[in-house]
Nanobody, 126 residues
Framework: QVQLIESGGGLVQAGGSLRLSCAAS????????MGWFRQAPGKEREFVAVINWSGRNTYYADSVKGRFTISRDNAKNTVYLQMNSLKPDDTAVYYC???????????????????WGQGTQVTVSS
């Protein structure tokens, strides 16, 4: 079993930046793919970004492309989400996720991922 713990959320003004971190522990060999989803109040959980084990392959939701960057440090078993040019619409609970398989553009469904963190709140004020 893999445990995922997110950190780095908070309150920021529109146009600002935050960096989320997700530390994995346990059976980390099952986290070939690591990614981020988010869920705003009253909305379904939506895909944000995913990265494969080597870090050479990434995929982003159109809504964050060009503003968010996902990266990972396998020596630290940690994945990051650098979020720039934040908008009020980015306000949500952000969840770290992991799975054995990297699916790229086909990995946009929450059901594709087997490991989840508890989430960290990101609030962007206008």
């Amino acid at each position: 079993q893999v445990q995922l713990i997110e950190s780095g959320g908070g309150l920021v003004q529109a146009g600002g930046s935050l960096r989320l971190s997700c530390a994995a522990s346990g059976r980390t060999f099952s986290t070939n793919a690591m990614g981020w989803f988010r869920q705003a109040p009253g909305k379904e959980r939506e895909f944000v970004a995913v990265i494969n084990w080597s870090g050479r392959n990434t995929y982003y939701a159109d809504s964050v492309k060009g503003r968010f960057t996902i990266s990972r440090d396998n020596a630290k078993n940690t994945v990051y989400l650098q979020m720039n040019s934040l908008k009020p619409d980015d306000t949500a609970v952000y969840y770290c996720t992991g799975d054995r398989s990297y699916r790229g553009p086909d990995g946009f469904r929450a059901n594709d991922y087997e490991c989840w963190g508890q989430g960290t709140q990101v609030t962007v004020s206008s």
